[in-house]
T-cell receptor, first 115, second 114 residues
Framework: DVKVTQSSRYLVKRTGEKVFLECVQD?????MFWYRQDPGLGLRLIYF???????EKGDIPEGYSVSREKKERFSLILESASTNQTSMYLC??????????????FGPGTRLTVL | AQSVTQLGSHVSVSEGALVLLRCNYS??????LFWYVQYPNQGLQLLLK??????LVKGINGFEAEFKKSETSFHLTKPSAHMRDAAEYFC????????????FGTGTLLAVQP
């Protein structure tokens, strides 16, 4: 089974702090994604990566950056956390092989509260 | 641009009743379509996916969805709801290209009444 893990289930930070959210997948997937989930808005893509050291902005990249130094690990960074970044953050990964038909596999999520 | 619309942010059914969750997409090319479920305090889990092999797709937990190109719809159904089906359901459509990006609908929260 594919497993996507996230470093924390719950996180509380203060405004202005630098925040790191870590995601690790164990299926050698090429693609990795970071979403934020807010009530009534569904999932919105922040950033994605299609290879080591490669990244592209999603729909809402402002206030975030990412790092992918190893294939299995994708980090989301909030350079200076703000209260409007309080949200559920979901990481996902997917393979390019046609057999899996591009399904994305999700981690359990990190609920971040910024005070 | 591709988009996904889920009609009804909240749906309530009685246990044993039919579940119908609606999803419409807009796409200029034949899409890949997905339904995901999210149980409380968990990540998303794939229920089923349409990849052009068959228009009626069966998924886990007794759910199925029918792809109707003429209606640009991919509605999710289950003949008889169980209490354990209470969750949030997301429809998603895949972008083209090699990066496998998905566009998600805003979600439908399903409540099942005893």
């Amino acid at each position: 089974d594919v497993k996507v893990t996230q470093s924390s289930r719950y996180l509380v930070k203060r405004t202005g702090e630098k925040v790191f959210l870590e995601c690790v997948q164990d299926m050698d997937h090429e693609n990795m994604f970071w979403y934020r989930q807010d009530p009534g808005l569904g999932l919105r893509l922040i950033y994605f990566s299609y290879d080591v050291k490669m990244k592209e902005k999603g729909d809402i990249p402002e206030g975030y950056s990412v790092s992918r130094e190893k294939k299995e690990r994708f980090s989301l960074i909030l350079e200076s956390a703000s209260t409007n970044q309080t949200s559920m953050y979901l990481c996902a990964s997917s393979s390019l092989t046609s057999r899996e038909n591009n399904e994305q596999f999700f981690g359990p999520g990190t609920r971040l509260t910024v005070l | 641009a591709q988009s996904v619309t889920q009609l009804g942010s909240h749906v309530s059914v009685s246990e044993g009743a039919l579940v119908l969750l609606r999803c419409n997409y807009s796409s200029s090319v034949p899409p890949y379509l997905f339904w995901y479920v999210q149980y409380p305090n968990q990540g998303l889990q794939l229920l089923l996916k349409y990849t052009s092999a068959a228009t009626l797709v069966k998924g886990i937990n007794g759910f199925e969805a029918e792809f109707k190109k003429s209606e640009t719809s991919f509605h999710l159904t289950k003949p008889s709801a169980h209490m354990r089906d209470a969750a949030e359901y997301f429809c998603a459509v895949r972008y083209g290209g090699a990066t496998n990006k998905l566009i998600f609908g805003t979600g439908t929260l399903l409540a099942v009444q005893p």
